[in-house]
């Protein structure tokens, strides 16, 4: 309904941050007071890829690439106010990213701002400012085509008068809000933000307007928000790096210390599993000049979570909420039967799928899936598997489908590898045949192991052989040699080792 739909005026946002914007920072934001978190720029071409996954353990819903990445992580906490902002260039192919997560967010963003070469490679990000055209046949696309509001948010041009044009037409497609960040793509964090640009769009247009740019000179504490909006004209302001060092900034009540922050933001992190290296690296920007200090060594030194959050005083956090998280698994696979349930083979035309994939250390070093159904055909007398491999186009993605007993059977993700691909329908064919696949501990596999124990040997008995075999050839000539040396026969010296070498 359209009273439900996410409404721009009066906001306070917490703006795209490209590794900053992941979902413990925007639920960080949420609950200091922020109205409104939009998430990192995602990349249409890598997003469209995805396919859609209710993470029970975490609750979570996750947008999954082909190598399993997770690519955009949610909750229902932030469902209503969770803006999700893509890269794109392409009319057709942002509408099929936006019409894959509308029901999860709350609005969809366009990036027309960001200059980074990541973003404008491919005429996106700030490339687009260049092309109006496109910025409409684009932006109209995802009005008419998704239910959800739509945004953009865009640089200002080299001119006023430039920047209220293309702010005019972009309202003409019918989105929701429009962000200005107030300066041009040419333009740094140490170049001052032009506010009477930002102004003037907004007296030239109907629609909200979000001021941006004014995290370095404006905004450095809450009251500072409401200075910038008037400095602007706007009725929302959104928020990047003063939100990234300390977001606490969206408190009313005033900011928090950064130890404060930093352990609000890393049990989020160890909640919803966050990588790492984004925790590690949001908590470097909120560290900033005391990166140098005690802790910041820690932090630098710290690879994991765990590790992190020994550095911070957390162990024990991450701990139990290990040990918790352990327990609703095994609480999931017991309501379940068995993990495998998860995954049911379908029918695709006459060919068996399962969302299935290779992780090549859950294996034993000499055991693949591809061995344990090569050796079980041979037992059942079976011509051997064959394997049709196909690349897609789009990212060079690899999927394999193998032929055994006159069935097909392939995985439904895509690989960079082709040998994964291959691994991964075996996994398909001996999953749906009810049969060992090789991991580690699992019965039922020591056969494979003993085969390749046993063609080990017989190759190195051979090999021993043949060794032996040639020492004898090589004794035989030599002797040879040095009898017809003797006999001053040259000549046939010549004959005799070519014609043993040649054996």
């Known amino acids: 309904m359209a009273s439900d739909l996410l409404r721009f005026r009066n906001k306070i946002a917490l703006a795209p941050m490209v590794r900053v914007g992941t979902l413990p920072m925007r639920l960080l934001a949420l609950d200091y007071g922020a109205d409104i978190v939009y998430c990192e720029e995602l990349i249409d071409i890598k997003m469209v890829q995805c396919r859609r996954v209710e993470n029970e353990l975490l609750r979570t819903v996750d947008f999954v690439a082909p190598d399993e990445r ?47 070469e990541y973003s404008t490679k491919g005429g996106m990000g ?3 400012l260049s092309d109006p055209d496109k910025i409409e046949a684009i932006l109209s696309a995802l009005v008419k085509g998704v239910s959800k509001p739509v945004t953009c948010k865009i640089r200002i041009l080299p001119s006023m008068e430039e920047t209220v044009q293309l702010a005019k037409r972009i309202e003409k497609t019918g989105v929701a809000a429009i962000g200005v960040h107030g300066r041009t793509k040419e333009e740094r964090p140490q170049h001052p933000v032009h506010c009477d640009v930002i102004k003037a769009v907004v007296e030239a247009v ?12 404006l ?59 984004n925790t590690k690296y949001c908590l470097c920007q909120m560290l900033r000049e005391r990166m140098e200090s005690p802790l910041g060594k820690l932090l630098h030194a710290a690879q994991t979570n765990a590790e992190i959050c020994e550095a911070f005083g957390l162990g024990d956090f991450y701990r139990d909420t290990q040990e918790w998280l352990k327990v609703q698994q095994e609480t999931l696979h017991a309501n379940a039967g068995s993990p495998r349930s998860l995954d049911q083979p379908t029918l695709d035309g006459d060919v068996v799928t399962m969302p299935v994939k290779f992780i090549r250390r859950e294996y034993p070093p000499q055991i693949t899936p591809k061995m344990c159904l090569l050796e079980w055909s041979r037992r059942e007398k079976l011509e051997q598997p064959s394997y049709e491999t196909c690349q897609r186009p789009l990212d060079r993605a690899f999927q394999s489908t193998v032929t055994v007993a006159g069935k097909k059977y392939r995985s439904s993700m895509w690989w960079k590898s082709k040998k994964y691909a291959e691994q991964s329908a075996a996994i398909v064919c001996l999953r749906t045949l009810g049969l060992p696949e090789g991991r580690s501990g699992e019965e039922g596999v020591q056969i494979v192991g003993k085969r390749k124990r046993e063609e080990r040997l017989d190759d190195r008995a051979e090999g021993d052989g043949k060794i032996a075999e040639g020492r004898r050839d090589l004794s035989s000539a ?7 040396s003797e006999n001053g026969d040259s000549t046939a010296v010549y004959r005799a080792v070519t014609e043993q070498t040649a054996q």
């Open 478 to 484: 030599a002797h040879r040699k040095r009898r017809m």
């Open 70 to 116: 997770v690519m955009f992580r949610t909750c229902r906490r932030e469902q209503d106010s969770v803006v999700f902002q893509m890269g794109t260039a392409d009319p057709e192919r942002a509408l099929a990213v936006a019409r894959l997560v509308e029901n999860d967010v709350a609005a969809i963003d366009v990036n027309m701002g960001c200059p980074k």
């Open 219 to 277: 905004v450095k504490s809450h009251s500072d928000i409401e200075s910038f909006r008037s400095a602007t004209g706007t009725s929302s302001v959104m928020l990047a790096r003063a939100a990234m060092w300390n977001p606490s900034i969206f408190r009313p009540q005033g900011m928090l210390s950064l130890e404060q922050v930093m352990d609000a933001y890393i049990r989020h992190a160890v909640r919803y599993e966050n990588h790492a290296s």
């Open 206 to 217: 109907s629609i909200p307007v979000l001021a941006n740019g004014g995290s370095l000179d």
């Open 126 to 128: 700030a490339a687009l």
